[in-house]
């Protein structure tokens, strides 16, 4: 997970850490990378768009050039609901689009399609 606010961080984490989900953390987009440089068994990427130092946009990109990261699912999470938001977010490279406030039954229908083949 990807944010530069600890509350989403925070309230996200204990969301999914009660549904056995290890979640790593990072707070822009140059963390993130190293993130999964250190964890390549990385099942899923929820990317905030908007960060200081590496935006989302930036870091989906950086992240769809490294080879084993091709087919990685990446979930763009966006404060902006403008138009045009999520079709910008899918050409930077990201998998699908949520908004925040995130609803957390919609995080995990979201979870639920991307992670379906995982083991």
Do not use: F
Not at 5 to 19: A, M, P, Q
Not at 64 to 81: D, E, G, H, N, S
């Amino acid at each position: 997970m990807v944010d530069d606010d600890v509350r989403n961080i925070y309230s996200l984490t204990k969301s999914l850490e009660t549904l056995k989900m290890k979640v790593i953390t990072a707070i822009d987009g140059k963390e993130a990378l190293e993130a999964l440089e250190e964890h390549p068994e990385t099942d899923i990427v929820l990317l905030d768009m908007m960060m200081p130092n590496m935006d989302g946009y930036e870091a989906a990109q950086e992240i769809r050039k490294i080879k084993r990261y091709k087919q990685l699912p990446i979930i763009a999470v966006t404060a902006k609901a403008m138009m045009g938001d999520r079709e910008k977010c899918i050409r930077a490279g990201a998998s699908d689009y949520i908004t925040k406030p995130v609803d957390v039954d919609q995080l995990l229908s979201l979870l639920r399609v991307w992670l379906y083949d995982k083991k």
